[in-house]
């Protein structure tokens, strides 16, 4: 048996020396066949070594017939076998000295049946009787932008000949889940620098990766989608070490009801476990919970600033009274305050704003700023000098001709402040909102969105100050 000296779960998965793929097709556009293109395109930097018994080269790539071929222990081992040739593959892979195995193929407990059951079995025995660690099955893989490990087949990247990057990890027990966080991330200007997802969790969990990758240095932010809950103590020290570097730790957990416990087991075999235990994690370590990928996204571009809300104090700037009435409603229900304007500051708004206007914030700038934009840039500059405002919220929609002036304004106005800054821009084209999030001003396509995006920001760092822990 080759031998290899231990190394921690994050190093084999996203600083890998060695990759092999057993079972790598020579066609690109199969599953089998992804994870060799994606390591080609994105430049890998290591030993890639294709196993396929068919071929002697795949994908122009030289190739082994069989792991124990190649004769050199390998880190990564990327098992891309129909659910009935993987025991033996994992077999071959510890006696082989691999370090990690990412196994693809569902078709195991997640289905049920007494075929798929005994496969599981076989791999549990596996995890438990060698040293090699295991990801899935019935996963998507993982990625690392730093070292351009690709090792997934994920369709997010057919078409993608570069990859954003932002020092945010992203681990997901659904590869779906997962995959339509990080594209949605994408879409909104950002991106992920350490992605896996595991499955069915025969071994390695979220939280073990997550607690890898918070002890990170290039690490500032982490999201974590959980189905079931099999060891509360590895998210509890995952948590306790997001806390301790004051890095916001956003968590998505199925199961909250007994139907969603039921689709739970039907997706990965999971038991949901009690949600009360979990919610009471989320509390102690100040963690951030969102309840769909919809509201992670918006988390993450909140914090993805590394702004300090020194209170829950809200100003809202609009050019609609209806529409800033529906933030406030949201704000105040979220836990922000909306405080009416008063004295000298209100005075010295209301020469600023047209007659019609209202300077009791909500600031209602009213249509009357598409005829003079630059009224919007002296609001701003009065607000974020506000000594009660924490936080800013602009509300706008459509205009679409002329906005390149107000995107002007807010680009600068979110440049002058170090307060968290947000933008709802509602209908148009949306070009605007593209080229706000690609600034990396928090833009939304709702006030709603972007008042609970701000409420979590709000609520972490008063957790953290009440912890002796700055942002």
Excluded at 26 to 49: Q, T, V, W
Excluded at 60 to 86: C, W, Y
Excluded at 95 to 115: L, M, P, R
Excluded at 429 to 452: C, E, F, H, M
Aim: hydrophobic fraction near 45%.
């Amino acid at each position: 048996m080759l031998i290899q000296p231990e190394r921690l779960v994050d190093e084999l998965l996203f600083e890998p020396r060695s990759i092999a793929i057993i079972g790598a097709s020579d066609d690109p556009a199969k599953i089998s066949g992804r994870p060799l293109d994606y390591l080609r395109r994105f430049g890998f930097a290591g030993k890639i070594y294709p196993v396929n018994a068919n071929r002697e080269v795949v994908q122009g790539v030289p190739a082994f017939r069989s792991l124990t071929d190649i004769g050199v222990p390998v880190d990564l081992a990327l098992v891309v076998t129909p659910a009935a040739s993987v025991p033996a593959a994992l077999i071959e892979c510890a006696s082989a000295g691999v370090g990690i195995a990412v196994v693809f193929a569902s078709g195991f407990s997640e289905i049920g049946g007494a075929d798929a059951d005994a496969l599981q079995r076989e791999l549990d025995r596996i995890v438990s009787t060698t040293s090699l660690r295991v990801i899935g099955p019935n996963c998507l893989g993982a990625f690392a932008v730093p070292t351009s490990t690709f090792a997934t087949f994920s369709s997010a990247f057919d078409e993608a000949s570069d990859v954003s990057d932002d020092p945010i990890g992203l681990v997901s027990q659904s590869g779906a889940v997962g995959s339509f966080i990080y594209s949605t991330l994408v879409g909104c200007g950002a991106g992920v620098r350490y992605f896996a997802n595991t499955g069915n969790e025969s071994d390695v969990t979220v939280p073990e990766v997550l607690l890898n990758l918070l002890r990170r240095d290039d690490v500032r932010m982490a999201i974590g989608h959980i189905e079931g809950l099999r060891d509360p103590a590895l998210l509890v020290r995952a948590a306790q070490t997001a806390l301790d570097s004051a890095k916001p730790l956003i968590v998505l957990k199925a199961g909250r009801t007994s139907e969603g416990q039921r689709a739970v087991a039907a997706h990965t075999a999971s038991v949901a476990g009690i949600d009360s235990e979990f919610e009471d994690i989320v509390r102690r370590y100040g963690l951030v919970r969102v309840h769909g990928m919809e509201d992670a996204v918006d988390a993450v571009l909140a914090f993805r600033p590394e702004r300090r809300c020194a209170g829950r104090r809200l100003t809202i700037v609009t050019l609609s009274g209806g529409a800033a009435a529906l933030a406030t409603d949201a704000a105040v229900e979220a836990g922000l305050a909306v405080e009416e304007w008063n004295g000298e500051a209100r005075q010295d708004m209301a020469t600023i704003l047209p007659s019609f206007g209202s300077s009791a914030n909500p600031l209602d700038l009213t249509g009357a700023l598409l005829n003079d934009p630059a009224m919007l840039a002296a609001v701003l500059d009065s607000v974020s000098r506000h000594d009660r405002t924490d936080m800013v919220l602009v509300v706008l929609g459509n205009a679409d001709r002329g906005s390149e002036e107000i995107v002007e304004c807010l680009r600068r106005a979110y440049a002058t402040t170090d307060k968290p800054f947000a933008v709802s821009w509602t209908g148009g084209s949306g070009r605007p909102r593209q080229k706000l999030l690609k600034l990396g001003i928090p833009t939304y396509t709702d006030p709603n969105r972007a008042v609970r995006a701000l409420s979590h920001l709000a609520r972490h760092t008063s957790f953290l100050a009440d912890e002796g822990r700055g942002l």
